[in-house]
């Protein structure tokens, strides 16, 4: 059984390939660059790794491509083959809940939402479009990024706003990287030998793009990002949590227009605006005052973050790290998690082995480590619902 999940930006595709009965990944393929006359494929296979540079005009050229390239090393004869098509969706707002199955509601549903995510709606939508043509009579699938966090209650969501904003405007708490914490409350709960519904942990979902969860008896309770994901921790290029008048004043005092404001916290800050550079590994190598002080206030906000949500949750079973820098920087984890009270003993050998369990055993509570998967999270949501429809 092979279920195929695709990611669609505005000018890329990712699509990867799984065999649901091993779980192994059959295809990695990437497009970038689309619309240009030097957009970038690469494929991998278990066999091989390829790179080409060729013009494709838009996603249905990039789609096409990629069942080419499956058919002419038989893989994939064509995407009709296909059991399921599992499409990450980053918006759901409050609408959907769970994985769900597209049809042309769903399309006008994800299309409304669109103003809440319009850098990235518009094109998942595009890749859904585009494969409902080529396979028409195979199951697809939107996995929502939001979904996880509709569990959370209406404290957490809500912001001290007049009402109106949430009522007319749908102004509220969403988070993101929900299909990543989805995952990570299944394999912690492997790990720890303890039912998903009886688990209390804190995720880190560390990368480019950072936040962190609050998850009790294995659902969201509480999340970093907010109504966008430039609320919450201090990542690559976005500021995270800021006061709001300090926008303001960059309009009024600096003359910066709204798209020019949204740029300079989106874009040109965080890690970036802080010491000229957003790559983590390059950062800690630069090893100079600037570069010291981004660690520091990056690390700093986490550290908050953790003490906060043991104050949410009280029992904490573990602390789970994830996502590019959480899975593979162990000076990160270590600057997070040095000298951390209430119990919580970091292994440094652990650590620096990037063992699963990273704690010491005298440790109150857990700390671990799970490689993010979120495509074979979205597809393993396409199995459930296939599964469910037998």
Request: one cysteine or more.
């Given at each position: ?13 990712k699509f990867q390939l799984l065999n649901m009965k091993t779980n192994i ?342 700390i671990m480590i799970v490689k993010a998967n979120e495509e074979l999270e ?13």
């Amino acid at each position: 059984m092979n279920i195929a999940v695709i990611n669609t930006g505005s000018s890329s595709i990712k699509f990867q390939l799984l065999n649901m009965k091993t779980n192994i990944a059959l295809a990695h393929i990437s497009i970038e660059k689309i619309g240009e006359e030097n957009s970038i494929m690469n494929m991998e296979t278990v066999q091989k790794q390829e790179k080409k540079i060729i013009p494709i005009k838009n996603h249905q050229e990039g789609l096409e491509e990629i069942v080419s390239f499956l058919a002419k090393n038989n893989i994939l004869k064509d995407f009709s083959s296909l059991s399921a098509i599992g499409h990450r969706v980053v918006h759901g707002g409050d609408e959907f809940k769970s994985a769900t199955i597209i049809d042309d509601e769903v399309v006008k549903k994800i299309e409304d939402l669109k103003p809440l995510a319009p850098l990235h709606n518009p094109a998942h939508l595009e890749g859904i479009k585009v494969t409902r043509r080529l396979a028409p009579n195979v199951m697809q699938v939107a996995v929502f990024d939001t979904s996880f966090h509709t569990s959370m209650p209406q404290e957490a969501y809500l912001y001290a706003l007049n009402q109106d904003m949430y009522k007319n405007h749908k102004i509220r708490k969403y988070g993101f990287h929900g299909t990543s914490y989805a995952y990570v409350v299944k394999q912690a709960s492997k790990v720890l030998k303890k039912k998903p519904e009886d688990l209390n942990i804190i995720a880190l979902h560390l990368g480019n793009g950072s936040s962190a969860c609050a998850i009790k008896n294995g659902k969201s309770f509480d999340t970093s990002m907010g109504f966008t994901p430039l609320e919450g921790l201090v990542m690559g290029t976005r500021s995270g949590d800021i006061d709001p008048a300090v926008v303001i004043y960059m309009q009024r005092e600096l003359g910066l227009s709204v798209d020019e404001a949204d740029t300079v916290l989106n874009k040109k800050s965080g890690l970036l605006g802080i010491c000229g550079e957003n790559d983590v590994r390059s950062i800690i190598e630069q090893d100079t005052k600037d570069s010291r002080l981004a660690i520091d206030i990056m690390t700093r906000r986490i550290r908050k973050y953790i003490g906060s949500y043991l104050a949410l949750l009280g029992r904490v079973d573990a602390i789970v790290f994830s996502g590019g820098i959480g899975e593979n920087s162990a000076y990160i984890r270590e600057k997070i998690l040095k000298d951390m009270p209430f119990g919580i003993e970091l292994d440094n050998s652990l650590n620096r082995q990037n063992a699963i369990i990273i704690s010491k055993n005298n440790s109150q509570t857990k700390i671990m480590i799970v490689k993010a998967n979120e495509e074979l999270e979205i597809a393993t949501q396409c199995l459930e619902i296939l599964n469910s429809k037998k």
